[in-house]
């Protein structure tokens, strides 16, 4: 008695290549806010299955306050061997993200799985301020008028000036860059003038909590127009 027995063996797919490359700590980097997002190629292939055939899951497994499981976040093109992904954390959000790489042929049993974490570092975001445009009863001092939009016009001899909540709302980056929030971040402001024979004392600002005070001394006998550039500057890198 003879029988026959026919034995089918599956090949389960694979992911032949992650470029650029997992890290000898199971890690790929990228800083926080880069343009464009970091891509990464994945090449997969199956002997048996055609690859545009094969299906390719991404799954951040932690962290979805840096990267959600989300379609704008989380980039994937191509159809072919060669896949394309981009991912793209939320705006100034850093951190770990451990993500699921996974390749499929439609037999479950089949699925090949990587895992590595995604390491998004920390980038020092630019603080920001406000100069207000209304007047205060303070303004009004001897010689000197606050203009709109934080011009000033003074006399020549009206002495020390100061020009109190000149500045408005500094803060050491955006609200929603919730890691550098409490930071002991040291802010100071840098100010240049395209006339500083009009000033005895040149224009500064002094900071008092999130507000700042604009102090200067004109020049006596001199008189002119200075446009003076106010930037805002801290110690975190």
Do not use: C
């Amino acid at each position: 008695l003879l029988a026959g027995y026919q034995f089918t063996v599956n090949h389960a797919p694979r992911i032949v290549s992650i470029t650029p490359a997992i890290d000898s700590n199971g890690e790929i980097e990228m800083i926080e806010d880069l343009v464009g997002g970091k891509m990464i190629s994945v090449v997969i292939a199956d002997d048996e299955t055609a690859s545009t055939d094969l299906d390719l899951t991404i799954t951040p497994l932690t962290n979805p306050t840096v990267l959600p499981d989300d379609p704008a976040n989380i980039v994937k093109t191509g159809t072919g061997g060669t896949r394309t992904v981009i991912f793209k954390p939320n705006l100034h959000q850093n951190g770990t993200v451990t993500i699921e790489l996974k390749v499929s042929d439609g037999i479950t049993a089949d699925d090949v799985t990587v895992t590595f974490d995604l390491v998004v570092t920390a980038d020092n975001d630019k603080p920001s301020f406000v100069i207000r445009t209304t007047s205060l009863p303070t303004d009004r001092q001897p010689g000197r008028v606050s203009l709109a939009g934080g011009d000033q016009r003074v006399d020549d001899d009206a002495g020390a000036q100061q020009v109190v909540d000149w500045v408005q709302d500094i803060v050491v980056g955006p609200s929603a860059a919730t890691d550098e929030i409490g930071l002991p971040q040291g802010l100071a402001f840098r100010l240049s003038t395209t006339a500083t024979n009009l000033f005895s004392q040149q224009p500064w600002i002094q900071i008092v909590g999130t507000k700042g005070v604009l102090k200067y001394t004109p020049q006596a006998g001199v008189s002119g127009t200075a446009t003076v550039h106010v930037e805002l500057w801290d110690n975190g890198g």
